[in-house]
């Protein structure tokens, strides 16, 4: 299990220079608002103020989680499922969406209990920029009746491509306690031209790399194409033929997108 600390930057580093201080060192730091007295002394705040923020430790999900998450199945079987719901569910779904104008990304939620599958959705940015796939699927998993949906902790969730912030934080929200996703955050950027999931980590987060605990104390996630290099050498092939083909669609599709895009037909929305 890789586990490496968050706290990789210095406090020199973590304060800006020339007296500018960082939000968090304002917040956490050595009470300036109790100097500006904005709060009480004596307040429960001061006590959470006293002490440095928490640092969690970054981590990865083990084979165990895996088991975990899916009720034990083998890996190669949730593996061949997940890429049958892509292929047969959330694909046709997405081509229609993109013809429409909508970008490629999709989800879909399936029960953990058989795998069938609750909810398959596309990226709907037509209507709503923060429409995501996963988004989408969200608002559809949430609108089904309670009583005709499985709770979130007894799903699997599926992502066509590695989630966004906005996403890894609806899935949090959601409920849902893992996430399996194809294409990685620099297929999107590298080859279907949406680089706005690197750019937002490195812009807002401050993470050039993109990174993120792939395991916390909310949910575990796996990249399928990670899973499937893990599986022996010779059980590999006709998942991976399976991708290839995954991605020439993907590619027909992006391409269909980026000539709308490109015609100034696509969707208005602010990232393109
Ligand atoms: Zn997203």
Sequence with gaps: MEVRSCCSLTSTETEKTEGQVSRRNFLHGTGALTAAGLLAAGSTNIAHAASPPGCSVWQKPTDADFHEVTRGRDKPEVIDHILAVLENEVVPKTMRGVKAGNKLFGAAVLDKHDL?????????????????????AIFAFYDLPKDKRPAPQDTLFIATHEPCPLCLSSITWGGFDNFFYLFTYEDSRDAYGIPHDIVMLDEIFRDPEGSYSEKNKFWSS???????????????????????????????????????????????????
Excluded: C
């Design 116 to 136: 069938s599958t609750v909810i398959a959705e596309t990226n709907a940015e037509t209507g709503n920029p923060l429409m995501h796939g996963e988004v989408t």
């Design 222 to 272: 796996w990249g399928i194409r990670d899973l499937i290099a893990t599986l022996p050498a010779d059980e590999q092939p006709p998942f991976t033929k399976r991708v290839e083909a995954l991605r020439v669609t993907y590619a027909e599709m992006s391409d269909i997108y980026q000539k709308a895009k490109a015609a100034g037909k696509g969707a208005d929305v602010p990232l393109k």
